[in-house]
């Protein structure tokens, strides 16, 4: 007897079906930034451009008692939201480091190496043409990797790459959203705030030793981490990187394993089970209550508060801050003659450093440590699709757009020369990987 398929029931369930099964796409979150890219680039280059960017930095003010907090509203996306998103890539790094594929040292070994090399030569190649010149300070724009337009592409390609290359560039990206957030703290700091930057750190002492004593309330943290938040803001540390470090004290342990999990969750349906009720729009029964209420207690201690507000925030990351953030960031007139006088060695820093750059030092580096016997390729992957995933690697845009706000912001020019390279390379690469990685297939690398 067939199976059938299950048909929503309800008219909302008819009318958000669609919408859910598009989001949970793989590829979905890259169309829905390229849709933001493409919008923030018609309206920079339309009758509409002046008052696109007045809005951008029309002032924002949030008032408590005596106190303010007045900031532009591009600098909300880029101060507040986006520390929403790396706290999301903290998340990612702790759960990849606590229990995935940087958690086992071998199989760690082949993205870590590669990362800092797909980091490495990138930033030396942009030296090479900017060194002592006025756009020295953005040698860290070309070191980044967009890992939801790069997965996209891959999942685009569906089973024409082994699965293991697709693990194998999520590891990549992880560690090369770590490198840049160290990057970010260290090179793109401005003078600080001591004072700031000590309350800050007290209160993330203050969620460690919660951690270890065992709260697990996502409310708590995510009261202390709006304090932490704050602090780093007034600090002179980029406040986004507030985020990274809250994401690292948040518990990453169940309280029940999956057999507890089990033997609980029987014992409570069974007791559903048995629980007479009528028909009725409301559950009535209050033993049939109890046992919904212990099962979801018991469904919050299987699954850790990390993995929980991963789940969570992907969506609201993929659908709503990055798009934001695209809006706000890469609106950038299309005068293709700013790529060239004084800024052409950043246009080529960074375009060679994201479209050749990229490939260059994440194979090169890859093949180094697998010559040397310290890891092996990604499991039925060979060399020619190691090489399209290193040229995919090469779409820099949301973190590098993000990195050039920070280093050329006071500049105008270099930093529109700076958004329209990265697009550039950005289109380039992703183009070409794709180009080359769909020329595998199955049968390619069995």
């Known amino acids: 007897m067939s199976k059938q398929k299950a048909y929503p029931s309800t008219p909302i369930q008819v009318v958000l079906a669609p919408m859910q099964e598009f989001i949970h796409r793989s590829a979905s979150g890259g169309i829905v930034l390229i849709g933001a890219t493409l919008i923030a680039l018609l309206l920079a280059n339309s009758p509409l451009a002046e008052s696109y960017d007045e809005f951008l930095h029309s002032y924002i003010t949030i008032s408590a008692g005596p106190y303010q907090l007045k900031l532009s509203l591009h600098h909300w996306i880029n101060d507040a939201l986006m520390a929403i998103f790396f706290f999301v890539v903290g998340l990612e790094i702790k759960r990849e480091v606590s229990v995935g594929e940087l958690a086992n040292p071998r199989a760690a070994a082949l993205p870590i190496v590669a990362a800092l090399g797909g980091v490495a030569v990138p930033a030396l190649i942009y030296l090479a043409f900017n060194a002592g010149g006025i756009g020295a300070k953005g040698w860290g724009i070309p070191m980044a990797t967009d890992i939801a337009f790069a997965l996209g592409c891959l999942a685009l390609l569906g089973d024409r790459v082994p699965f293991s290359l697709k693990i194998f560039l999520t590891a990549v990206a992880i560690v090369d959203d770590l490198i840049a957030v160290l990057v970010i703290a260290f090179f793109y700091t401005a003078d600080l705030n001591f004072a700031a930057l000590a309350i800050g750190f007290l209160v993330l002492g203050l969620l460690f030793i919660a951690n270890r004593l065992g709260v697990r309330a996502i409310l708590f943290y995510a009261v202390l981490g709006m304090v932490v938040w704050l602090a780093f803001l007034t600090s002179g540390v980029h406040a986004t990187i507030a985020g990274v470090l809250l994401a690292l004290t948040i518990p990453a342990r169940h309280t029940i394993d999956d057999k507890t999990f089990l033997r609980r969750a029987r014992r409570l349906l069974d007791e559903f089970e048995q629980g007479e009720s009528a028909p009725s729009p409301m559950l009535t029964n209050e033993k049939q209550q109890s046992a919904v209420i212990a099962l979801e207690e018991a469904c919050e201690q299987v699954q850790a508060p990390l993995q929980k507000l991963e789940h969570d925030l992907h969506v609201w990351v993929s659908f709503l801050i990055m798009p934001i953030f695209a809006l706000a960031n890469a609106g950038v007139p299309l005068s293709f003659a700013s790529l060239g006088g004084e800024t052409l060695p950043v246009t080529l820093g960074i375009v060679a450093g994201l479209v050749l750059g990229k490939p260059i030092g994440l194979v090169g580096a890859s093949w180094l440590a697998i010559r040397s016997g310290m890891t092996s390729l990604p499991a039925g992957a060979n060399w020619y699709q190691m090489v399209g995933t290193g040229v995919l690697a090469g ?29 550039v390379a950005s289109l380039v690469a992703g183009f070409a990987g794709y180009a080359m990685l769909a020329r595998s297939t199955p049968a390619r690398f069995k």
Request: glycine share 10%; hydrophobic share 60%.
């Open 395 to 423: 779409i820099g845009f949301t973190m590098s757009l993000f990195i050039a706000s920070l280093g050329f912001g006071a500049d105008p020019l270099l930093l529109e020369t700076a958004k329209l390279a990265i697009l």
